[in-house]
């Protein structure tokens, strides 16, 4: 469908396979670089032009974790891509009603469209009814609001799948061990997602009658606190066969605990897709043989989604006219296999 696709411009079908091609698809007005050079929001699509001048107001939580830093440089950097765009983008918080002020004054500004990563989805809600009620069309990103009301797009993670692809891949490596142990380092306890991280990883290793997960452990997604937690478990777990942790955050932390006990007879595989994990996976000498991916990179996409949402855009490579209601990105195991692919979306 030629014809379809040229009119819509953006080329985003890569958009729900791994992080690593995620943004092979969408548009930008830059000039391809050589492969080994693309971070994953550098790559340019086929045959984008620029269009309307869109005004996109961006507010998330305030950056004060690996992740959340990467999604907002992966939205400036990628808007700086584009001639036609501009970045009001708000200095971010972790307090609900500051977080909601902003995106009110961005309501106020009379922005094109909205991206909004929200501290509390829930307690976010009304913000994102609002504007969606001014006209102004809202990409929420990740956290997910109470409505779908509140929101014209929703693209995120998948929680679920981290877990379900670490127990698979964990499973793979142990099924032919009789009596494998398994133990969980998991991330705060009094969030969703991370219940549903660990209910993917509980339901992948039922695959595995051979597997017992015989502990789990809540950290709280900092350096400290996976250090401190996983000390804990290696002195509770004197043999084990492999370990999945949630966060590469607090992995940094399980790792100096780990090293310090002396311990490498299992396996660790990590979660989000830190550089730092990256290149001690690539380095393999040591626990950590692999992590599974929750893409930072999903905010450059969120970027090209408000874009085309304030040129009336679809997306090519769909045959609709409209960009989807929602996009759920893969959770792709990196390991020593793949690791080069990824690096560049690594981050700090």
């Known amino acids: 469908m030629p014809e379809i696709t040229s009119r819509r411009g953006l080329l985003f079908g890569a958009a729900a396979v791994s992080a690593g091609a995620l943004l092979t698809g969408c548009t930008s007005n830059e000039p391809s670089q050589s492969e080994d050079q693309q971070a994953g929001n550098d790559q340019p699509a086929a045959d984008d032009k620029p269009g309307k001048q869109v005004t996109i107001g961006f507010a998330g939580p305030q950056a004060d974790h690996g992740w959340l830093n990467a999604i907002n440089d992966n939205a400036k950097s990628r808007a700086e891509k584009y001639s036609d765009v501009t970045l009001e983008i708000t200095e971010g918080s972790n307090d609900t009603a500051q977080q909601i002020g902003q995106i009110e004054t961005l309501i106020n500004k009379k922005v094109d469209v909205l991206v909004v990563l929200p501290a509390d989805g829930k307690a976010l809600t009304q913000v994102g009814l609002k504007a969606m009620r001014a006209g102004i069309p809202v990409v929420n990103l990740d956290r997910i609001f109470n409505s779908p009301q509140a929101y014209r797009c929703w693209i995120g993670g998948d929680n679920y799948g981290m877990g379900l692809n670490a127990g698979h891949y964990i499973g793979e490596k142990l099924k032919g061990k009789s009596g494998a142990r398994v133990i ?12 549903q991280r660990t209910q993917g990883f509980d339901d992948a290793l039922k695959n595995y009658p051979n597997i017992k997960k015989v502990a789990r452990q809540a950290a709280e997604f900092t350096v400290e606190s996976g250090q401190a937690k996983m000390a804990q478990l290696l002195q509770a777990q004197s043999t084990f066969d492999a370990l999945w942790n949630h966060d590469d955050d ?12 002396g311990r490498d007879d299992f396996l660790m595989v990590g979660g989000a897709g830190a550089l730092s994990a990256f290149q001690a996976i690539k380095q393999d000498d040591g626990v ?17 989604l408000a874009r085309a949402l304030g040129q009336s855009k679809g997306i090519g490579g769909l045959a609709e006219f409209e960009i989807p209601s929602s996009l759920t990105l893969y959770s792709a195991v990196v390991d020593k296999t793949n690791v080069d692919q990824y690096m560049s979306t690594g981050f700090k």
């Open 184 to 195: 969980e380092l998991a991330g705060l306890d009094n969030l969703e997602l991370t219940k």
């Open 250 to 261: 607090q992995g940094v932390g399980a790792l100096r605990a780990i090293e310090q006990a």
């Open 288 to 304: 950590l043989k692999a992590t599974v991916l929750y893409p930072p990179t999903m905010a450059a996409s969120a970027v090209d």
